[in-house]
């Protein structure tokens, strides 16, 4: 299992006035364009910065490219911190650039756990995500895990286990 964290930071994904989907990171703005043969992504050198009118979702970002990963394809992922969870967008051919302007998009309707995703990319979990779980929800997390004598633990407890 593998996972190449390529690129991470802070992301803006809005709508226009005209409602055209705009993911903005790192300077860049890229439109989420539905097409005859399916979606595209196409690179974008407007600036929306007076455009936002509605704001998606914004928070962190992570370009990441698997290989031999029983969660995800071998191929670059970009997921998305909405909430509790994250959004996934997957991109065969990677992003687009000035030079290659779009790109092949397939947009995953599934939103994913944070744990599933921070597993896969080998980051430990935030202890002040797990605090605003209940009992249940982290004995779940555990028994996912296998951890030994969870059904004993405290909340604390099994919140200091899951975390490492």
Do not use: C, W
């Not at 670059?76 to 051919?93: A, G």
């Amino acid at each position: 299992m593998s996972a190449e964290i390529k690129n991470e930071g802070k992301f803006e994904l809005f709508k226009t006035n005209e409602d055209n989907e705009i993911l903005s990171y790192d300077g860049n703005n890229y439109a989420f364009i539905e097409g005859k043969k399916g979606d595209i992504i196409v690179y974008s050198d407007t600036d929306y910065s007076d455009k936002k009118e509605n704001m998606i979702a914004q928070g962190k970002f992570y370009y990441v490219d698997f290989e031999d990963d029983e969660n995800f394809n071998a191929m670059p992922h970009f997921f998305m911190e909405h909430n509790d969870h994250f959004r996934e967008i997957l991109l065969p051919n990677g992003f687009p650039t000035a030079e290659d302007k779009q790109k092949k998009l397939v947009r995953v309707d599934e939103e994913l756990p944070k744990e599933k995703v921070f597993k896969s990319l080998g980051i430990s979990r935030n202890k002040e995500v797990l605090k605003k779980k209940n009992k249940d929800e982290l004995y779940d997390m555990a028994k996912e895990e296998d951890i030994d004598g969870r059904s004993e633990m405290t909340k604390e407890e099994l919140i200091n286990e899951l975390v490492g």
